[in-house]
């Protein structure tokens, strides 16, 4: 069963694909080039990983890790309290 030509499976391959390159996406907000670099290679890391189940969860763990405080460190320096 196709949805506008699209199956089920590729839909869930892109929700992955998206998923495990969050840390990466969100690392792009950040000020500096490191957290950029870091949270792309974890990203990539948690790709390859992802072909058996729960391997990509501490690479994708580390790289969220590094963009949230990346994120937050940006904001705080903005808006200083």
Not at 23 to 31: E, I, K, V, Y
């Amino acid at each position: 069963m196709t949805v506008d030509g699209i199956t089920p499976m590729t839909l869930a391959a892109a929700g992955t694909f998206l998923l495990l390159v969050l840390p990466f996406r969100l690392s792009l907000a950040a000020q500096g080039a490191m957290p950029k670099v870091l949270c792309f290679v974890t990203s990539m890391l948690a790709l390859l990983l992802s072909v058996e189940p729960y391997r990509a969860v501490l690479p994708w763990a580390v790289g969220m890790a590094i963009a949230v405080i990346a994120v937050r460190e940006r904001i705080r320096q903005h808006w200083p309290v």
